[in-house]
């Protein structure tokens, strides 16, 4: 069934070592946008993360947050060959530039390579990465399912605007069937007014009201918006990512009721009718193309 691009979701898991919190919260967006806040110890397995995140949803701006707390004690390793060269160089540089302090040893410390952890961290390391994507595979899910779940509630209110679109396309049809009668009498009653007492050819006063009926038919309209009703309807109803296809589709139905309105323009009460369920059908493919602009 379709999607929303808004919803939100949470999971939590404990290990002896480790507990895990991850929640998602997504948006509106037009393409994917993932945002992922990660704590330093999971920096590593970001990539296998937005992958992970890229094979589940298609569209809409994630924020992706998790909070990792560490509980069984890790040994600590410190390369205490790297610790003397730097020391061997401090003291060298010291003695150059007569500088009397000792080295600061939390600065010692803080260098690159000087600590690592043990085997216990190593395991560690490969429990989070696993709990890790286990725990965003099971979060993305549950974020799918309440995405679903909104979309319902949209797909239930296009439904409706698209059987109002079939009554305006039927009453359409009803005003159109009458309008070439409707065209004479209203062309014989102007050429009237300007011939005054010349008598009137009525053969031929039919054949330009039926020139102007043509000119102002609109049942090739109104068939190919029948069309792309129909493959609204079905559309909203798919699986998968809608949202653009259904944007494209919506753009063809307005032009062509935008169509129908500029040709029954001016033609008198039957026009001015047909104009008014024109732009009625304006308006609920613009409703719709609103609530399409959720669906991802």
Same mark, same amino acid.
Request: aromatic letters at 2%; one cysteine or more; charged letters at 25%.
């Given at each position: 069934m379709a999607r929303s691009m808004t919803g939100y979701a949470r999971?939590?898991?404990?290990?002896?070592?480790?507990?895990?919190?991850?929640?998602?919260?997504?948006? &509106?967006? %037009?393409f994917l946008d993932v945002q992922l806040r990660l704590p330093p110890e999971l920096d590593a397995y970001e990539v296998a993360a937005r992958q992970l995140i890229k094979k589940k949803v298609a569209r809409g701006s994630l924020q992706v947050n998790a909070i990792l707390e560490t509980r069984a004690p890790v040994s600590i390793q410190v390369n205490k060959n790297l610790v003397q060269g730097y020391l061997a160089a401090y003291r060298e540089l010291a003695r150059e530039h007569g500088i009397a302090d000792g080295p600061d040893?939390?600065?010692?410390?803080?260098?690159?390579? $000087?600590?690592?952890?043990?085997?216990?961290?190593?395991?560690? &390391?490969?429990n989070v990465q696993k709990a890790l994507l286990a725990l965003l595979d099971r979060v993305l899910e549950d974020l799918i399912r309440c995405r679903e779940q909104e979309a319902a509630g949209i797909v239930e209110e296009m439904d409706r605007r698209s059987e109002e679109i079939?009554?305006?396309?039927?009453?359409?049809?009803?005003?159109? =069937?009458?309008?070439?009668?409707?065209?004479?009498?209203?062309?014989?009653?102007?050429?009237?007014?300007?011939?005054?007492?010349?008598?009137?050819?009525?053969? %031929?006063?039919?054949?330009?009201a039926a020139l102007l009926a043509d000119r102002s038919d609109t049942s090739?309209? $109104?068939?190919?918006?029948?069309?792309?009703?129909?493959?609204?309807?079905?559309? $909203?109803?798919?699986?998968?990512?809608?949202? =653009?296809?259904?944007?494209?589709l919506l753009q063809e139905m307005n032009r062509e009721a935008n169509t129908i309105v500029s040709k029954t323009a001016g033609i008198g009460e039957a026009?001015?009718? $047909?104009?008014?369920?024109?732009?009625?059908?304006?308006?609920?493919?613009?409703?719709?193309?609103?609530?399409?602009?959720?669906l991802e």
């Open positions: 999971a939590h898991t404990e290990t002896p070592e480790f507990s895990l919190t991850l929640s998602v919260k997504s948006v &509106n967006h %037009r040893l939390n600065a010692i410390l803080r260098l690159p390579a $000087i600590i690592a952890g043990g085997a216990e961290a190593g395991s560690q &390391n490969q079939q009554r305006c396309l039927q009453e359409i049809e009803r005003v159109s =069937k009458g309008l070439t009668q409707v065209l004479a009498e209203r062309l014989g009653e102007r050429l009237s007014e300007l011939l005054r007492n010349i008598p009137l050819d009525s053969q %031929r006063l039919l054949q330009e090739e309209e $109104i068939q190919r918006l029948r069309a792309h009703n129909l493959q609204l309807r079905s559309l $909203i109803g798919s699986t998968g990512e809608v949202g =653009k296809r259904l944007d494209f026009g001015l009718a $047909i104009t008014d369920l024109g732009l009625a059908l304006k308006a609920e493919i613009e409703k719709i193309r609103e609530q399409g602009m959720n």
